[in-house]
Structure formats: C-alpha cells, structure tokens
C-alpha cells in the first residue's frame, strides 16, 4: 500500500492535470488586467498629438492600425 506522500507524488506527476479554480481566476483576471492595460496605452497612443508623435518618430497613419485593433488583440502574444 502507498503512503500519503508516494500517493500525492504519483498525482502530481499524472499526465491530465487537474483543474483548479483558482488557478483559472487568477489567469483570468491577470488576462483581463492585460487586456484593459493595452487598451488605456492604445487610447494614450490616439491622444497624442500630431507634435508629439513625430518626437517619437511616429505619424498618424503610422499608429491607425494600432489603435483601431480591439482590446483583446495582443500584438506578440503567442498561440
């Protein structure tokens, strides 16, 4: 018979992870955190003047891609 602690190794090492609560609002919430900072840095970006945007080597057309792509598209996210 296992003892506790072989039997808790063996789950742990399983091939299907288990689901933890949790761990899924705690990425969630991390997600939403990313998503509505890249949102306000693309409502910043729009609010920048013409001036300002050629201080940073920017023009207008330059940035409309960037600010016209909704909230939850990540620019270098993967998969």
Do not use: N
Request: one cysteine or more; aromatic letters at 12%; charged letters at 25%.
């Amino acid at each position: 018979m296992k003892s506790h602690a072989e039997f808790v190794q063996s789950c742990a090492r399983s091939a299907t992870p288990h689901f933890s609560l949790g761990r899924w609002l705690r990425a969630a919430w991390q997600r939403f955190g990313c998503w509505h900072a890249l949102y306000r840095q693309r409502q910043q970006l729009a609010s920048l003047s013409d001036e300002m945007l050629k201080d940073i080597g920017l023009s207008r057309a330059d940035i409309e891609t960037e600010i016209t792509r909704p909230f939850w598209d990540e620019p270098f996210r993967r998969g």
